[in-house]
């Protein structure tokens, strides 16, 4: 089956529930084995990718990512593209009861004109590649003034072969209260859904925002590869 057509057969209701209820939505098997090898594979050749980021130079923790250059490989332009449609759905629920403007379009194309047009030009979709002792410290990817509030990451290593540790972090910031962490098993070909810096929670007077960052704890041996889509392109 067609990455495009695989995913718009996913349980799009039961990723929307798990969204509200946990702040993330684990979706098995998006990409297969082989296609997680090629991909990989693609941090090898710097003519597809516009920037490199060492991240212990910029205090990001210690690894590195490329920012894929347009135009985007065909299987991360298809999956950036058959992904936002449901997702726009849910991030203008989202919005509605945050009472955030804007409201996002159906199509991908709309909102990607929508950020070009404010000069956010360059392409967000990356690869990360970790070796033993990296990390990636929790954040927020925030490119410009337009910004899709959902992202997805898609782990293209197997866990327990290729490395050890690595764990994908969610944290949660409640008003008066405590940080929430959450630990996502990502198995290979496995996809998360989690927003990029807030969402809403039903309180007893009404919905009201939380925070959220997401980051990768040290990867104890090994090397491990992942696949980075965020819908909003950067200033």
């Known amino acids: 089956m067609a990455l495009g057509a695989r995913c718009a057969a996913l349980?799009?209701?039961?990723?929307?529930?798990?969204?509200?209820?946990?702040?993330?939505?684990?979706?098995?098997?998006?990409?297969?084995?082989?296609?997680?090898?090629?991909?990989?594979?693609?941090?090898?050749?710097?003519?597809?990718?516009?920037?490199?980021?060492?991240?212990?130079?910029?205090?990001?923790?210690?690894?590195?990512?490329?920012?894929?250059?347009?135009?985007?490989?065909g299987p991360i332009a298809e999956l950036r593209a058959a992904l936002y449609p449901p997702l726009a759905h849910l991030a203008n629920r989202w919005y509605e009861a945050m009472q955030l403007e804007p409201r996002f379009p159906p199509a991908h194309e709309d909102f990607i004109a929508r950020c070009h047009a404010a000069g956010q030009l360059r392409p967000t979709p990356l690869l990360l590649q970790y070796r033993a002792g990296d990390y990636n410290c929790l954040h927020q990817d925030l490119y410009g003034e337009h910004v899709f509030p959902l992202q997805a990451a898609v782990l293209l290593s197997r866990p327990g072969t290729d490395y050890e540790g690595g764990e994908f972090v969610l944290t949660e910031q409640r008003p008066r209260m405590q940080s929430r962490a959450e630990v996502v098993p990502l198995e290979q070909g496995g996809m998360v859904i989690f927003p990029v810096f807030h969402r809403p929670v039903n309180g007893t007077r009404g919905s009201y925002r939380v925070n959220m960052r997401h980051g990768v704890s040290r990867l104890r041996s090994g090397s491990r590869h992942t696949l980075g889509v965020i819908f909003h392109d950067a200033a």
């Open 11 to 73: 349980d799009w209701p039961r990723i929307a529930q798990d969204l509200d209820a946990h702040g993330c939505a684990l979706v098995p098997g998006v990409l297969t084995p082989e296609e997680c090898v090629r991909l990989a594979g693609a941090y090898a050749k710097p003519e597809l990718f516009r920037s490199r980021v060492v991240m212990e130079r910029h205090g990001f923790g210690k690894g590195e990512y490329q920012y894929f250059a347009y135009p985007l490989p």
